[in-house]
């Protein structure tokens, strides 16, 4: 061989060594944006949970439909113990598994954590041992409590690191990240690299990136100069009233948001209210628009009078637990269509000096879900003496007269909740049912009904019921019910 050829074959061999290391960099480098990508839509997703853990202001079916969502996320997770202000507590340091954090907030802040970690300027740092280190911003604030004495707590965005372990598989689209630990560890938080804002980029936008957005923009709106009260309705499919586990689960999350943005916000839960008075009210609805999931939100204020009205979008990852089951079932859309048809409320009325009257169970007055096993309570209110009929619709049509009796509310009674003596086992069928509501300062029509094992069954049918308990003198009420099957 000369040595032009021994010449050629080099140069040959350093171009191939060289465009196969840049492979191996490119590679390293699309592996790296794929963990970072997957990373931060876990992180977001935890954190959601966490803060509706968190809320002392979210009801037990939000936390369930979290629970489920992010048990795995979170098992064997340790966090330190930042729950207190430094040097106050002795063991302010310790590490504490998840379990224990959670019910050291509960025990030491009765009325809620608002918490929140900021991503859109997050840092990343790989290591070698399969730990793949974020850091972010922490925001906790909140009352907390010990020997009597009540504290005001505030952690204001300060850095902190989320250490998640990568389990590698054969199949690179089966690798697990899993998180590990939550400190305030910033040893290596030189070496890391910054993170774009995946928000920005709406392939890349997350769920719980829609709730920041409009919770932010309805926090613009309300007056921050006193505290506001607000009630705020499961979010439902199209509007139509059909309270699924993805509307437990956004409403809790738009909750926690809301009440991040607007601290002094009061958010009144299903059986505090006892009064007939109006406050804000916050309505959301979605809808499926091709590849997106389209979600509304509409504030109105005391007076009725719309404020605002807001929507945001997010592709729909059949990988994402929260697209199962959002598009409810044929047959329970035409229910609900039925069953309007018949009976709406009477709009709302805002002269005292008339008949207002108020139906809810133990999960509020708008609509709302109960699954096997849960027990159903009914409470009424009225700002004048009148009679009222309670009618239950289940699933299979029956009609049954509440109370087994039409309920005289005299003046003794007035603007003050009163709990109605029967309570109920959700159990099959399931399905759409509905709680209808009619008050008069006059006289009600009288029923056919029969009773059975000491339940009356109403034996008109739904319209016959209608035009027998309603005149120029009633208000009427529905609370759409829609019950599952564990």
Known sequence: ???????????????????????????????????????????????????????????????NAWRQIASHLLEGVVFENDLNPKGF????????????????VQTRYPNGLNFNIDFSKARIFFKKNKEIYVYAHKYMQGDWYF?????????????????????EKDNKDQREIKIAYLDNDLSEFNKATTIEDYTNN??????????????????????????EEINIEKTSFEGKNIVNTFSTMFTGELKTMLRLAHPSLKITLPTTSRSMNRILSLKSDYK????????????????GTEIIKISDKVP???????????????????????????????????????????????KGNQAQRFTEGESLSIFIMANRPCKIRLVYRDAINNLLLMNNNDIE?????????????????????????????????GDFGILQSEKKQGITYILDSLEKIKSKSTSEKTVERIIQITTYSK
């Not at 009597?148 to 990568?166: E, M, P, S, V």
């Not at 499926?288 to 939100?297: D, T, W």
């Open 202 to 227: 709406l392939q890349q936008r997350t769920l719980e990136d829609v709730a920041e957005k409009l919770a932010g923009e309805l926090s613009k709106v309300i007056p921050k100069s006193e505290t």
């Open 288 to 303: 499926i628009i091709g590849k997106y999931l389209e979600i509304n939100a509409t504030l109105i204020n005391t007076e």
């Open 147 to 167: 020997d009597g004495k009540r504290k005001t707590f505030l952690n204001n965005y300060q850095w902190c690191r989320i250490a998640l372990r990568l389990n």
């Open 316 to 362: 729909i990852n059949n990988a994402e637990s929260w697209s199962k089951d959002i598009i409810p079932q044929k047959e329970h859309l035409v229910e609900v269509e039925n069953i309007n048809k018949i009976v709406k409320n009477t709009p709302e009325n805002y002269d005292s000096k008339q008949l207002q009257f108020d139906i809810r169970t133990n």
């Open 89 to 104: 507590l002795k063991d302010d340091s310790k590490d504490l598994p998840i379990e224990e954090y959670l019910q050291l």
């Open 1 to 63: 061989m000369n040595i032009k050829s021994s010449f050629i074959l080099l140069f040959l061999f350093l171009i191939y060594s060289a465009i196969s290391k840049s492979q191996k960099l490119s590679n390293k480098s699309n592996n790296q944006i794929e963990l970072t990508q997957k990373s931060i839509k876990i992180l977001k997703k935890t954190k959601a949970s966490l803060q509706v853990f968190f809320n002392a202001k979210t009801d037990d079916d939000e936390k």
């Open 409 to 441: 509310i005299k003046a003794q009674d007035i603007n003050r909740l009163i709990k109605i003596p029967e309570e109920f086992l959700c159990s099959a069928p399931f399905g759409i049912e509905a709680l209808i509501g009619f008050a008069t300062t």
